[in-house]
């Protein structure tokens, strides 16, 4: 198997063109709806380059993502950004980078909407107060939300959307891995009886990320969803799935590095971490990894190789018995994964190898003592070293 090559040294964060492309491609056969890649899920330079003529455009989260998004997107992409994050030192060049921008509140709408270019397209980011996350720190609609005006505070505000000037649009985005575009549908039903309105006065809306597309079983509510507020209200509609195009092009390959018992258990330490994934940690989820079986005879507890007594994936069944040197392979790992992983410990970052559409593994980039230092404030002439490793540069 591809993924288990020698030529591939761990541990790696493999990416597969072919699963990008397919994936878009499916995405883009939804009608009257245009659709933007948010770079926060994975914003390596190759894969936007990728994307680019597949989408409509970018959705970004800060003035260094809007600077990569700009730096990549073609002519007619757009760059749509959305962050409670703005700042008084970065807006003017936000506003040069970006064509859409929902403000996360009326403050910050107050703050800034005088400060951009006259093209750029002025939205709200709305908090529909219609929650469909159970795990409140992924839950955008989650009691006292950071995240976009709630509705009811918008409507004490405005009863007539003409009172916000230069507002032509409203964003949302309000779930997670969710295969149910029903949830969608409710919640722009629910947009519709609190601001009937304010819908007829504007000309765009942003639906968010959030739904794994190629797994529901309801696509066609999508469709009525879009086709609703295509009738009612003419506007023009994005969608910005990050897991949905990349979660499942991602791995990460890692070896086995160390093998011993614990407590009656068999812990097998990998080259990897939960600080590569940190996601795993956070939100402690056992990943899915290829050739595991669940009625296998062979069990081991996976461990990462950092000092953290809690760097543990799961215990995990085999057929065969594990031995140093196997490769452990995670699955969909490509979203929320490199844009979060970090050198606890100094343990290097996995390198990035693409599978591309020519069938060619092609190594990307392979992290560095350098790329560790640089981020230590030393002075890199201050640290005399001699080449020890192939790490080293
Ligand atoms: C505003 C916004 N849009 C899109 C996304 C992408 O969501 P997902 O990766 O679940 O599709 C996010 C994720 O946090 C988001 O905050």
Redesign the pocket.
């Given at each position: 198997m591809l993924l288990a090559s020698d030529l591939i040294s761990t541990p790696a964060f493999v990416y597969i063109e072919k699963i990008i492309q397919k994936k878009l491609h499916n995405i883009r056969k939804i009608q009257d709806c245009n659709i933007l890649y948010?770079l926060?899920?994975c914003a390596l330079a190759d894969v936007l380059r990728l994307m680019a003529p597949l989408n409509n455009g970018f959705?970004v989260?800060s003035l260094f993502e809007a600077m990569l998004a700009k730096d990549i997107a073609k002519k007619n992409n757009v760059i749509h950004i959305?962050t409670p994050g703005l700042r008084p030192d970065e807006i003017e060049n936000i506003s040069e980078l970006c064509d859409y921008i929902s403000f996360n509140s009326i403050s910050q709408w107050k703050l800034y909407h005088s400060k951009l270019k006259s093209e750029i397209k002025q939205g709200l980011r709305i908090n529909p107060q219609l929650s469909f996350v159970k795990d409140d720190r992924y839950n955008?609609c989650r009691k006292q939300s950071k995240l976009g005006i709630p509705l009811t505070e918008l409507l004490h505000e405005l009863n007539d959307i003409s009172s916000i000037k230069n507002i032509s649009g409203f964003?949302f985005?309000t779930?997670?891995?969710s295969t149910d575009f029903n949830d969608l549908l409710e919640t722009v039903k629910h947009i519709e009886a609190y601001l009937p309105s304010a819908l007829k006065k504007i000309s765009w809306i942003n639906l968010?990320?959030?739904?794994l597309f190629d797994e529901s079983e309801n696509a066609e509510v999508l469709t009525e969803t879009i086709s609703l507020l295509k009738s009612r209200y003419e506007l023009d509609i994005f969608i910005?799935?990050?897991?949905?195009t990349i979660r499942d092009a991602g791995y990460i390959v890692s070896s086995v590095i160390d093998l011993f018992k614990s407590d009656n258990r068999v812990i097998a330490v990998l080259d990897t971490t939960v600080n590569h994934m940190p996601e795993v940690f956070m939100y402690q989820y056992k990943p899915d990894i290829v050739g595991e079986s669940c009625n296998g005879k062979y069990k081991y507890i996976l461990a990462g190789a950092s000092c953290l007594a809690g760097d543990i994936f799961g215990e995990y069944k085999f057929n065969q018995p594990l031995k140093i040197g196997n490769r452990i392979i995670f699955k969909s790992m490509g979203?929320y994964t490199l844009v979060k992983a970090n050198m606890f410990n100094g343990i290097n970052l996995p390198s990035i190898y693409a599978y591309t559409l020519e069938r060619e593994l092609v190594l990307k980039r392979r992290f560095t003592y350098d790329d560790f230092i640089s981020r230590c404030v030393v002075k890199k002439n201050v640290v005399k070293r001699k080449k020890v490793c192939n790490s080293c540069s």
């Open positions: 948010p926060k899920t959705s989260s959305t955008p964003l985005h779930n997670c891995e968010g990320g959030g739904y910005e799935p990050g897991n949905g979203a």
